[in-house]
């Protein structure tokens, strides 16, 4: 039994349950030191946004309670990881060092801090805890990525059923009296204004929400699921922000939806999976293209001739003030809870790329400023794919008519008008929407005269 302490380094893997680097540490039998670090300076960390702080020092708190409740102490330390690690080993005498792997820029921080802690004699694993299957596995027959997610989704499922979830530790041995930062201490919470009481209304952060959010949906609205581009009726897991800071895995949403009962949910279960895998997806192009949210994935892209926006015009975008219902809502309720449903996302994000001819990148950050699911691979992902620049997208020349869109998801305005007063319903579109359409569609023919 190993005497000196295990650390084990939580990232987006904020859960007991499910978590191989924890169960491996508990695993050593040596006394445990469980870190978070805040680290917002290193290269290839994307700072939080605005929404994602609020979740975050949520998800902290709640984590720290139940780590508590099993027998340890959550450690809070703030800084490079590169140098607050080795630090951390040696004020403790770690012998170990265990950590769930991420896929995007940040990896080479690990790769590097892997090596040195091992130069130095420390032993260092790293685990499969939030992706059903690491990004190099999955490859085309000629050993590339893939770049549709078809056949992607296919090879997923010919590699049969993931592993089942690892059980929740019960209790574990955490070395006492680490010196901690406080949550408080860094401010992720808005203060002045405090803009997050529509946030804190619609969502609980935490593993134990997760799980009950799962349960909820497992139960009930998955029977409805083959409903889920209707906005109003919502009939969607809502899982998105715990998927993203790792209160659930992968692993545990999977096995627990396979396993649902009734025709209709068990009939929905694989349409479900599905879009779970659009997220492995995602990060399979993350991992194999880590500039997704700066650089266009189809370089033609690189050339379009994208407009300077207006005075006013991202604004009005932002604040859900275009004039066009549907994509008001889908602002006016991003802006109040966080979240945005994801038929109406598309139409927000065609409407902003495609009527107003504006740069999908301005549309990226505002969502990674707002969405409590704002995540590094989902999100660029998912712009390029309504931008038609990135992997697998929507050709460009599909462009949504918002109209036609509520009248088929929307008939009877009911989303719509939860999040737009009747009054404003009257005002004037800011732009065209036939006009911009003839617009965009010649700025493309353009682009692909020239490529
Ligand atoms: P469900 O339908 O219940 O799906 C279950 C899970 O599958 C989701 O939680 C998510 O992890 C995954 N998933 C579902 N749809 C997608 C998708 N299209 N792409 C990738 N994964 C998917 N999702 C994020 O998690 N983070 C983002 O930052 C994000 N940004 C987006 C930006 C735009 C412009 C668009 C069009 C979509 C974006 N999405 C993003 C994808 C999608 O809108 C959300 O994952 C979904 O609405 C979350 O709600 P849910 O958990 O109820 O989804």
Redesign the pocket.
Known sequence: MASQPTIVWLRDDLRLADNPALQAAIETGAPLVVVYVLDEESDGIRPLGGATRWWLHHSLAALGAEIARVGGELVLRSGPAGVVIPALVDEVDAGAVHWNRRYGAARQLDADLKSSLRARGIDVHSHQGNLLSEPWTVTTGEGNPYRVFTPFWKACLDRGEPREPLAEPTALDGLRGVPSETLDSWRLLPVAPDWSGGIAERWTPGERSARGALEE?ATGALAQYDR?DEPALDP?????PH??FGEISPFQVWHRIRGALGAPAARNADK?LR??V??EF?WNILFHWPDLAETNFRPEFDAFPWRTPAPGELEAWQEGRTGIPLVDAGMRELWATGYM??RV??VA?SFLVKNLLLDWRL?ERW?WDT?V???EA??P???Q??AGSGADAAPYFRVFNPALQQSRFDPEGAYVSRWVPDDELRSAPIVDLAETRAAALAAYDELKRRN
């Open positions: 949906f889920r969607t897991s809502h899982l998105s998927l993203r479900f879009q779970l659009w997220r995602n449903h994801n996302r598309l994000g549309g969502f969405l699911d704002a995540d989902n999100n992902g998912n712009w794919w309504v």
